[in-house]
Nanobody, 121 residues
């Protein structure tokens, strides 16, 4: 059974940083590209970043380039999302997902339960 468990969310002031983690189990982790998405209240799920299985290639939502960084530790079956210079509009539930590197949520096979990120002004 595949499980993706996010952690690291919380309340942070604008301009601050957070690092989200997603621990995976039940799959051959290094074989799976991984992605991060977010969903703000009343909005659809939005692509944030993705990374290939080896970690060699990363992809980002254009508007977030320079503020977020995705990485992975295949030995520990974990993918990370480092977020800097956070803004109130970054407030959302952040999800990790496995199975693709595209920006389309429907292409991903497995999803975590999400972790809340709230950025105060």
């Amino acid at each position: 059974q595949v499980q993706l468990v996010e952690s690291g969310g919380g309340l942070v002031q604008a301009g601050g940083s957070l690092r989200l983690s997603c621990a995976a189990s039940g799959l051959t982790f290094s074989a799976y590209p991984m992605g991060w998405f977010r969903q703000a209240p009343g909005k659809g799920r939005e692509f944030v970043a993705s990374i290939t299985g080896s970690g060699a290639r990363t992809y980002y939502k254009d508007s977030l380039k320079g503020r977020v960084s995705i990485s992975r530790d295949n030995a520990n079956h974990t993918v990370y999302l480092q977020m800097n210079s956070l803004k109130p509009e970054d407030t959302a539930v952040y999800f990790c997902a496995a199975g693709a590197v595209t920006d389309k949520a429907s292409n991903y096979h497995y999803w975590g339960q999400g972790t809340q990120v709230t950025v105060s002004s």
